[in-house]
């Protein structure tokens, strides 16, 4: 219930914002609306939107449950669009169910290895992993910049992207009449595992335990460095695969800054769902949903997409505020 | 004050209090943790506002005062936890507190003020000192002078005595009785009755929030008091029968370890612990007590020396390795420690065991099997609780503790290795934790028993060693101890000669 409270709470007070700007939020909301739901197209558009959200969602709330502050979603899609890319590129003749598998796979363990840095570095030279996954952030983007220059650029393109990959590793898509590709159904997938993963198997409780509580957790002989690092490789892996996604599901390519925002979208989302994976997946369609959404209010109403930003910003410290105030612990 | 109330959401914890203060007399407020002890003394202290009821002091009434107010009216509060500046002088450190003339901090003044109240109450200060390099005792009777200076005629002490070695205590209650005589009133919480019937004019008993009594020191005992403390009769005699013992279980040889600083916390020790035995370690807090626990139940390396669990040496393996090999551990530190407060009492009754069957099966946790064990340790372990999804948060200390019990000893370990397990609980719940490890050692098991309560070392223990700046300052048989000589012990005046461990064995691995 507080949830949604909070979302209309932010609904009605960038209603204020729409009304000082000179619109009418009546018919802005009506046309964001329309624009997030008012066809299967839209709705396959919020959806592939939603999709990398919930994926990087899952792993930074996974993350935050064991009080690991990893925040580097960003750079993890990043590497995992990279070697997602490499991989279609350079395996073309590999049959067609074959090299979207292959190349998903590689997103994935290029995201879990760069995570798997960050984690080493957290734990064998004791820097804060806040600071550790913030620097390999800009790294990351920037290594795949680097790879766009220079031998994975498309020649003459005048912009820094990937050639188009080859047909046969693009994420088949799910829904007739839509660009909705079937890493929806992953992420769908990915949704369970997680929460099985939490709450019904022996690392989510390794998890939880260091989570609550450090020296409860050593203990009873668990090891916080070793669920550090599981924690933080499983989320990186999450990560890559939510920039393999976006490569070979919506853009066809590599396209420099692509994972813009995604990750500390990502850190938002988790905290929405309030680090629990079955409300990671509302909390990340939520976003995904009010980002296509904007983009018919702006065109249809003349509102400024920044403005969902703010939708966005106001709803988080709404929701963040209500938990404080409530003063009740949620279950952990 | 009167009928002073106080709810926090659906927990009353102060109900129609009365409570009245006279002049030069000690007060004793007893009770449970929980009882609304705490509650009470902040809203005479102004940190809290009451929900009802009035507080008028010297005839004139507090009304949402804040606690510098409380200050000002002539209240000194001593907290549990002193509220010192460890890098500040003596001198510095009462400064802090007091009004200012002027510009000026008048330093030489406040010193020599120091040195007055110091040999006026026999305080024995020196306000030159730092106040991180003081002892304990001495820190206190910092807060004490500090108090004293800002004119404070009602003290009051939260749990004065919990930190402090036998003399030190003797010290403070003379220091006490030198305040009352001036004119002075005290407000002495605790939950030790021999200390508060030694000190107190008069003792009201909290439970529940509501006051359960209330009487003069010299016509109660300590049945009576226990009695208004829980509600019920605790005192029948402890069944001790006499110790059988067997072999060695856990024998610790050499054992020496230094903190992330360098400072070495545990000495060299060398004892054992039969079948059948208990061996308790008392000793002041911060004599490397709580390291050697650490160490014993690896959670610590130690720098040098081995653990033998059953004559198998157990050094090189881990917390999980050494549970599995009959090592069962009650850490000092309940809340954050022993139990994870924000998860249920089955998951806490399974902290330990979630890896192996029957709560794991395959690669799942089985949340039924998980239930099941948690309804059996509740059921014999007598945890009042709604039910194994009770958040542990919510439960009294008493019951938690037992689902730290339950979980240690529903296993039927071979060793255990209890620290503090009594501190905060009523004697009630006192008395369930000391019949529990009695329990253990009739059935054989080993106990190694760390307390800085001499009087409860002496009711479990079959030996008692001393510890002291991380060694062992002696090593008595139970029949053999002097009271008298282990106070000292503990506060680092003598130390035993090797005889003792000569005469009882250090074990030979």
Known sequence: MRPILAVALALALTALLIVAAGKNPFLAYAALGHGAFGSWDRIGAGLNKATPYVLTGLGVALCFRARVINIGGEGQIALGGLAATWTALTFPQAPPVVLPVLALAAGALAGAGWAAVAAAIRLHRGVHEVLVTLLLNFVGVLIVSEALQGSLGEPGAGFPQSPLLPRSSWLPRVLSGSDLHAGILLALVLVVVAHALLWRMPFGFRLRVLGASAPAAVYAGISPARVLFRVMVLAGALAGLAGAVEVLGVHYRLIDGFSHGFGFNAVAIALLGALNPLTVLPAGLFFGFLETGALAMQRAVGVPTPLVAVIQGLTMIFILSAMGLSGRRSKV | ?509
């Open chain 2, 1 to 509: 004050m009167r009928q002073i109330s106080k709810s926090f959401g659906v927990v009353h914890a102060n109900r129609s209090i009365d409570l009245e203060v006279a002049r030069g007399r000690i007060v004793g407020l007893l009770g449970e943790n929980g009882s609304g002890k705490t509650t009470l003394m902040n809203i005479l202290f102004g940190i809290v506002a009451p929900d009802a009821g009035t507080i008028e002091f010297k005839g004139r009434p507090l009304v949402g005062h804040s606690p510098r107010e409380a200050i000002a009216a002539g209240i000194g509060m001593i907290h549990q936890h002193f509220m010192l500046v460890p890098a500040l002088t003596v001198t510095e450190n009462v400064m802090l507190g007091l009004a200012t003339t002027g510009g000026w901090l008048r330093a030489a003044g406040v010193a020599k003020q120091i040195r007055d109240a110091s040999s006026a109450y026999g305080l024995g200060l020196d306000p030159a000192a730092r106040v991180e390099l003081l002892p304990l005792g001495a820190q206190q009777r910092v807060e004490i002078v500090k108090a004293v200076l800002r004119g404070a005629e009602l003290l009051v002490l939260d749990e004065p005595t919990s930190s402090l070695s036998p003399p030190e205590v003797a010290a403070l209650l003379a220091i006490l009785r030198r305040l009352r005589k001036e004119g002075r009133s005290v407000i002495f919480i605790s939950h030790k009755l021999g200390e508060v019937l030694e000190i107190c004019d008069e003792v009201v008993v909290l439970r529940d929030g509501q006051v359960a009594g209330r009487a003069e020191t010299a016509g109660v005992d300590r049945h009576a008091l226990a009695r208004m403390m829980v509600g019920r009769d605790v005192n029948a005699p402890i069944d001790r029968t006499p110790s059988a013992t067997g072999d060695e279980r856990l024998v610790v040889a050499n054992l020496t370890e230094r903190d992330a600083s360098g400072i070495e916390r545990v000495r060299g020790l060398s004892f054992s612990v039969r079948a059948g035995e208990v061996l308790a370690l008392v000793g002041v807090d911060g004599n490397g007590q709580a390291e050697l626990a650490r160490v014993i139940v690896g959670i610590e390396r130690p720098t040098s020396g081995a653990v033998f669990v059953d004559g198998a040496d157990v050094t090189a393996g881990g917390v999980a390795a050494r549970h599995a090999a009959g090592l069962a551990h009650v850490p000092a530190d309940r809340a954050t420690t022993g139990l994870v407060v924000d998860m249920t009492i089955a998951e806490n009754l399974a902290l330990r065991a979630f890896d192996e069957r029957p709560v794991r099966r395959g690669p799942w946790l089985d949340g039924d099997a998980m239930t099941a064990l948690a309804r059996e340790r509740i059921a014999d372990f007598g945890i009042r609780a709604p039910g194994p999804a009770t958040v542990v948060r919510t439960l009294s200390g008493g019951n938690q503790q037992k689902i730290v019990l339950a979980r240690e000893l529903g296993r039927r370990p071979s060793i255990l290795v209890a620290e503090q397990p009594t501190r905060g609980l009523d004697p009630g719940a006192t008395r369930f934790v000391i019949d529990q490890v009695l329990a253990l050692r009739a059935a054989g098991g080993a106990v190694l028993y760390i307390t800085t309560e001499l009087e409860e070392a002496l009711l479990v223990a079959d030996r008692i060693g001393v510890m002291y700046q991380g060694r062992l300052a002696g090593l008595l048989r139970r029949e053999d101890v002097d009271i008298t000589r282990l106070g000292l012990m503990m506060a680092g005046a003598l130390e035993e000669p090797s005889s003792a461990a000569a005469l009882y064995g250090v074990p030979t691995p």
